[in-house]
Antibody, heavy 117, light 107 residues
Framework: EVQLVESGGGLVQPGGSLRLSCAASGFTFRNYDMHWVRQATGKGLEWVSGISSAGDTYYPGSVKGRFTISRENAKNSLYLHMNSLTAGDTAVYYC????????????WGQGTLVTVS | DIQMTQSPSSLSASVGDRVTFTCRASQSLSGYLQWYQQKPGKAPKLLIYGASSLQSGVPSRFSGSGSGTDFTLTISSLQPEDFATYYCQQSYSIPWTFGQGTKVEIK
């Protein structure tokens, strides 16, 4: 069974930094693209970053230069380093597995809450 | 960036109803369109990928259609467990974007 477990969320001051982790199990992690998606309370879903199985990274303009996605295949782990945080970054952050081809999010973690205040 | 617009933003329906909601993209997606269901406090769940392919394990009452810029999700007979928010998402070009969601409520 595919499992994705996020950790590292919490309360951080504006301008601060935080690192989120996602532990993957139940599949061959190194073969999959992995992404982060966030959701502010009561709001919709926003794609935050992605990393291919080859290590190529992708970001939307809203976080480019502030967030860095990385992966450690030997540990089946995905990370999101977040810098220069603002109140607008407050959200639940989900890690998600992407199936190549149609590029859809087929598995999601339970999420970790980041509060910038 | 590709803008995704869902309609309606919410709807009220009864168990057994056939419900349809739409998603319109600001440019052609060549079929790179997904639908997700999300219940309160839970992660989204994939229902449909590639505009019309049913994800494994998803009940057959869910179906997707459309092409180009206009897409539809249909629930043929609404069940109690289907009351949730539904999001469309394009994976045609980065940045991947979601619609704002359609909330299905009990009538």
């Amino acid at each position: 069974e595919v499992q994705l477990v996020e950790s590292g969320g919490g309360l951080v001051q504006p301008g601060g930094s935080l690192r989120l982790s996602c532990a993957a199990s139940g599949f061959t992690f190194r073969n999959y693209d992995m992404h982060w998606v966030r959701q502010a309370t009561g709001k919709g879903l926003e794609w935050v970053s992605g990393i291919s199985s080859a290590g190529d990274t992708y970001y939307p303009g809203s976080v480019k230069g502030r967030f860095t996605i990385s992966r450690e295949n030997a540990k089946n782990s995905l990370y999101l380093h977040m810098n220069s945080l603002t109140a607008g970054d407050t959200a639940v952050y989900y890690c998600a597995r992407v199936t190549w081809g149609w590029n859809y999010f087929d598995s999601w973690g339970q999420g970790t809450l980041v509060t910038v205040s | 960036d590709i803008q995704m617009t869902q309609s309606p933003s919410s709807l009220s329906a009864s168990v057994g109803d056939r419900v349809t909601f739409t998603c319109r993209a600001s440019q052609s997606l060549s079929g790179y369109l997904q639908w997700y269901q999300q219940k309160p406090g839970k992660a989204p769940k994939l229902l449909i990928y590639g505009a019309s392919s049913l994800q494994s394990g998803v009940p057959s009452r869910f179906s997707g259609s459309g092409s180009g810029t206009d897409f539809t999700l249909t629930i043929s007979s609404l069940q109690p467990e289907d009351f949730a928010t539904y999001y469309c998402q394009q994976s045609y070009s980065i940045p991947w974007t979601f619609g704002q969601g359609t909330k299905v409520e009990i009538k």
